[in-house]
C-alpha cells in the first residue's frame, strides 16, 4: 500500500466513486485477527460490533480462513442446475439446529434481504392458499420500528416510513402494527397471510418484545391459518445464548430467516420453513443464481461446526451476562438501561448521545455502534474473550465519561 492512499486520501476517493446511497466511514481498514481490526494508518481497535453480528468467528479465524481455501480449490459455484455435499449438508444442518426436523426445508440467497424476499413469497403463497369464497389472504402483518432490509420487498416489511419514504409506493399489504399484545388480536384474522417479526428488534436499537408477545403472537397466528415468520438474520446463530432466539420463548414458528452470522461474512442468507409451510413453494417459483454456492454453504458449515464444537452458543450467554455487569457498573448518568440477551446487547441512553459515544470509543481505539441517537449496540464476536470484554468495558467507560463532560462543559 504506498503512502497516498492512506487516510489523508481514502475518503476523498470514497466520496468520489461509492454511490451517495452509504453514509461515508471514519475508518478504513485494512486488516484482522480475532476480535480485532487494523485501520490503514495502523491503528488497533477492539471489535464490538463484529460487522453487525456477522463476524460470529471474529477475523482471520483459521476454519473459516481453511474453508475458503479449501472450497475454492475444488468448486466456487455451479448453479442449481446442480446439488453440491456443501449445500446439502448445510440444509440438514440448519434443520437439525433450528428444530425443524423432518419436514424442514431450506431456500439458500445471498443476503438477509434476499431471504426475507422468500419469506415475502411465502406468505403470498399462503395468500393463494385461501378457499374460494373466503376474503383472501391479502395482508402481512410486521411491526413498527422493525428492520427487514433494504430491497423492495423487504423494505415494504421494514417499519420505518423513513426509510420508505423515497421509494413509494411499496409492496401492498403491508400493514405495520404497534409492538403490543393487543394489537396483535386486533390486527390477526384470517385475512392475514403471515405475521413477520424479530425476536429482538437489532437495527431499533436492540429493543426486546414485550412480555408474552412471542406466545401470542404464535397463538394467534395458529389460530388463524397466519404464518409466524421469524426475522433471526441478527439474533441467530447464537448470539443470544441459543441457536435461534425463538428456543428461548418455548415457541415453534412456521419459519425463519437467517444471514448475517452464518458463514462468519462470506455473504448467505437462508429461508427455513417448519412443518406446512415447507410444503408452499413449487418447482420454478423462486430462485437464485449464488444462492446456495458451495463456497458460501462450506464456509457456513465450518462456522457452525465451529461454534457447536467449542460451546460459543452457551457462552454468548455467561460473556453477554459479563457485559452487562461490566456496563452497569460503568455507574455513568447516560446509562438508562440494558436490554437484549447474549452477545447482543442494546445500551438505552438518557440523552442523545450515542454517536458521540461512538466516536470517543473509536479514537480510543474501540469499535462500537450507534443504531440510533439514544442506543448503543454491542454485538462482539462469539470467540470473545473476557480479558477482551473487560478492556471494552474500560474504554467504553471512558468513553462515556469524556462525553458526560464535555456535555456538563457545554
Ligand atoms: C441486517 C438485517 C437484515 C438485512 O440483511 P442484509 O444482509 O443487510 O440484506 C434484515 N433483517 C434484520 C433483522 C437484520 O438485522
Redesign the pocket.
Known sequence: MSVTTSSTTWNDRFGASIMRSLTPPKVMLERGEGCRVWDVDGKEYLDFLAG??VNSLGHAHPAVVAAITDQASKLIHVSNYFATPPQLELAERLKRITGAGEAGRVYFGN??????EAAVKLARLNSSRATPGDRGRTRILTLQN??????MG?LALTGKPALQEDFLPMLPGVEHIPTTIEALHAAIDDTVAALVL?PI???AGVVDLPEGFMQAARDLTAQHGALLIL?????GVGRTGAWFAYQTHGITPDAI?I??GIAGGV?I?ALVTFGWASDLFSAGQHGSTFGGNPLATRVANAVLEEIESTGLVEAASQKGARIRDGVASIESPLVDEIRGAGLLIGVGLTRPVAQAISAAALERGLIVNAPNESSLRIAPPLIVSDAEIDEFISILSDAMASVHSLEATA
Open positions: 453487525i453480528a443476503s438477509g434481504a434476499e431471504a426475507n422493525s428492520f427487514h432490509g433494504r430491497t423487504s424479530e428488534k437489532g437495527e426475522d433471526e438474520i441478527q439474533t430467516t444471514a448475517k455473504p442468507g
